[in-house]
């Protein structure tokens, strides 16, 4: 698994891990199948990533992004929570950057970096938002156990 080089990484870690446990305990099923395909496409992104060629583009962690975006998709279609529109169009603005830095590495590779933690703490935000006591009621799932 990739190791944590920065405070950002570890920051961001640490808040994925938090999300989880809060979805687990306070959330309802919507909340507790984003946040652990969360964290199952990062467990899964680090394990497949190639670390050969970091300068490529990475298709089978592209696979693992789209897949966690139709996730997001197939639950926003289910329940009305503005939290999951925002998550998966986070999530659907990952995959495209997937996708721009295949079309052209040269441009985009400092800008994919930074763009992938800004996006993934973006992701964060809403779903802590769907968590959050009051920001969630319109999620009929919320509160659920």
């Known amino acids: 698994m990739e190791q944590l080089h920065t405070p950002l990484q570890i920051t961001l870690t640490v808040a994925m891990v938090a999300c989880l446990v809060l979805a687990l305990w306070r959330g309802g099923p919507s909340s507790r199948l984003a946040a652990g395909g969360m964290v199952l496409g990062s467990v899964l992104s680090a394990l497949v990533q190639d670390r050969a060629h970091l300068e490529a583009a990475q298709w089978i962690i592209m696979g693992v992004d789209a897949a966690y ?52 703490a973006a ?22 156990r």
Do not use: K, M
């Not at 169009?89 to 985009?108: G, K, R, Y």
């Not at 920001?135 to 919320?142: I, K, N, Q, S, T």
């Open 69 to 120: 975006l139709a996730l997001l998709l197939g639950l926003a279609w289910r329940s009305p929570a503005a939290w999951l529109i925002w998550a998966a169009a986070f999530q659907l603005a990952q995959t495209i950057t997937h996708v721009s830095f295949a079309l052209n590495p040269e441009v985009l590779g400092r800008a994919y970096v930074i763009g992938s933690y800004v996006l993934f």
């Open 123 to 144: 992701l964060l935000c809403a779903l802590f938002a769907g968590l959050w006591p009051g920001l969630g009621r319109h999620d009929p799932d919320a509160g659920a």
